[in-house]
């Protein structure tokens, strides 16, 4: 599903109604990029004799970067990766699922070799309209010897993140226990605090959702066949504000960011 997204990690919303905080909660929050504390956990990967080796992929993988498909086990969201060397500073990151084109990711290294940008395109969201997002990671440690301009160990930054509207955004309304979201992106659930799991409908990954209280916040945990992958800690700050921590079970990441009432 898509998430709010500044790094392609996923986010999302979701809320409780206690009658103090229903007030808060409901309307529609866009995710504010220029506050994103990032995970600082480097992505790693090599393109060297024509091979793409991601080894802080969960789990790691290796593909040859021939720009045909090739399979790739254990993700929720697609099954197959190509990899093309466009230039000496560019790759390109196809992901497909069932044989369909799901996702292109551009990534490209800046001439001085520091900066890595992301352009990623997709439609695989429950509108089926096409997004476009950029983001940016920059350079720690050496650059692998002999590999392709973009290998190496890259960490997030928030520098030069421009993200789709509909990544950034989901709508919540509520009532008694009932919670309702929907994404940007279409996809959307009505689950209750404290309840039984439902469907997250529209999910690529047919992922579904369960509610709890923490605190005067709201946790979310996602699961994808059955096997928790995501939980989402949201506490309204005041009546415009809520703050959202993101944390990715399967990549062991953690990113957070300031949510805005629009």
Same mark, same amino acid.
């Given at each position: !599903?898509?998430?709010?997204?500044?790094?392609? #990690?996923?986010? %999302?919303l979701?809320?409780?109604?206690?009658?103090?905080?229903?007030?808060?909660?409901?309307?529609?929050?866009?995710? &504010? %990029?220029? %506050?994103?504390?990032?995970? /600082?956990?480097? @992505?790693?990967?090599?393109?060297? &004799?024509?091979?793409?080796?991601?080894? +802080?992929? /969960?789990?790691?993988?290796?593909?040859?970067? @021939?720009?045909q498909?090739?399979?790739?086990? $254990?993700?929720?969201?697609?099954?197959?990766?190509?990899?093309t060397?466009?230039?000496?500073?560019?790759?390109?990151?196809?992901?497909?699922?069932?044989?369909?084109?799901?996702?292109?990711t551009?990534?490209a290294a +800046?001439?001085?070799?520091?900066?890595?940008?992301?352009?990623?395109?997709?439609?695989?969201?429950? +509108?089926?309209?096409?997004?476009?997002?950029? +983001? !940016? #990671?920059?350079?720690?440690?050496?650059?692998?010897?002999?590999?392709?301009?973009?290998?190496?160990?890259?960490?997030?930054?928030n @520098?030069?993140?421009q993200?789709?509207?509909?990544?950034?955004?989901?709508?919540?309304?509520?009532?008694?226990?009932?919670?309702?979201?929907?994404?940007?992106?279409?996809?959307?659930?009505?689950?209750?605090? $404290?309840?039984?799991?439902?469907?997250? !409908?529209? &999910?690529?990954?047919?992922?579904?959702?369960?509610?709890?209280?923490?605190?005067?916040?709201?946790?979310?945990?996602?699961?994808? $066949? $059955?096997?928790?992958?995501?939980?989402?800690?949201? !506490?309204?700050?005041?009546?415009?504000?809520?703050?959202?921590?993101?944390?990715?079970?399967?990549?062991?990441? %953690? @990113?957070?960011?300031?949510?805005?009432?629009?």
């Amino acid at each position: !599903m898509n998430r709010f997204n500044v790094a392609l #990690s996923f986010l %999302t919303l979701v809320a409780s109604v206690p009658a103090h905080a229903a007030g808060q909660i409901d309307g529609t929050w866009k995710a &504010d %990029t220029a %506050t994103a504390k990032l995970s /600082t956990k480097p @992505d790693v990967f090599v393109v060297k &004799d024509g091979v793409y080796d991601c080894t +802080s992929c /969960t789990p790691p993988y290796k593909i040859a970067a @021939d720009g045909q498909p090739h399979p790739v086990a $254990g993700r929720d969201y697609w099954d197959a990766a190509a990899v093309t060397v466009l230039d000496a500073s560019t790759l390109e990151w196809k992901r497909f699922r069932k044989g369909v084109l799901v996702g292109t990711t551009k990534v490209a290294a +800046s001439n001085d070799g520091r900066m890595l940008t992301y352009t990623s395109v997709s439609a695989d969201n429950a +509108s089926g309209k096409t997004t476009t997002s950029t +983001s !940016m #990671s920059k350079r720690v440690g050496t650059a692998p010897v002999g590999g392709h301009a973009a290998s190496g160990s890259w960490v997030a930054v928030n @520098d030069g993140a421009q993200i789709a509207e509909e990544n950034l955004t989901a709508t919540i309304t509520t009532s008694g226990k009932a919670v309702t979201l929907t994404l940007g992106t279409g996809e959307h659930y009505t689950a209750e605090l $404290g309840g039984p799991k439902v469907a997250f !409908m529209g &999910d690529k990954a047919n992922a579904m959702v369960a509610l709890t209280k923490a605190g005067g916040g709201f946790v979310e945990t996602d699961y994808v $066949g $059955g096997k928790a992958v995501g939980t989402y800690t949201y !506490m309204p700050v005041n009546a415009t504000t809520m703050t959202l921590k993101a944390v990715n079970l399967k990549a062991g990441t %953690t @990113d957070e960011f300031t949510l805005r009432k629009q």
